[in-house]
């Protein structure tokens, strides 16, 4: 046999045992208790959250006593063997499983200008008062020393982390803006 031969031969049996091979794959059956698409997207976006929160800072998450998937499972009354056969139920059929991944991209997207658009009132806020601390002390905006824009900085601080009684952040605790007119 001729070199040539050889490598036709060899390529032949890899195409065969690769196409052989491709045949057995097992879809994941439906399961009887699969987790509506709705909720799978509720389930995946919270998880995403916990485990950015994780990596973001490990030690005070760790600190909050909350222990991820644990909480998300109790939350959403589900188990972790019910949401892998439901996860993988949607991993092989693709364009659910692009839709539930879709969905909660788009969460996360608005999420964030939702954040974007807090941190601006926050910081319109922290400006208003300071420039009110300013006026009322009868002091040129560039005159304050470091000192007073520390302690400017704190009232402000103060005012927009308002918490309730369980140590959670209002923030419908803010003013809203009243119209001139």
């Known amino acids: 046999m001729t070199d040539n031969m050889l490598k036709k031969l060899f390529l ?5 045992a690769a196409f052989a091979a491709c045949q057995n794959i097992e879809k994941s059956e439906r399961p ?3 987790i509506p698409e709705d909720k799978m997207i509720d389930v995946i976006a919270e998880i995403f ?7 973001f800072n490990k030690r005070m998450f760790e600190n909050t006593g909350i222990r991820g998937q644990e909480y998300i499972f109790e939350k959403y009354e589900i188990d972790s063997v019910q949401f892998k ?3 993988d139920y949607y991993a092989d059929n693709y364009e659910v499983y692009q839709r539930i991944y879709d969905s909660v991209k788009n969460r996360f997207e608005k999420l964030k200008v939702e954040l974007d658009t807090l941190q601006q009132q926050e910081q319109q806020i922290k400006d208003s008062i300071a420039k009110v601390r ?3 002390l009868g002091v040129e905006e560039d005159s304050l020393n470091p000192e007073e824009e520390r302690k400017i900085e704190e009232i402000s601080d103060s005012l927009i982390n308002e918490k309730d009684s369980l140590g959670r952040r209002v923030l419908d605790s803010l003013p809203q803006p009243r119209s001139r007119n």
């Open 12 to 16: 032949l049996f890899f195409i065969c």
């Open 134 to 136: 300013r006026d009322s």
């Open 85 to 87: 056969r439901s996860n």
């Open 32 to 34: 009887e208790n699969l």
């Open 49 to 55: 959250l916990m485990q950015s929160a994780r990596n």
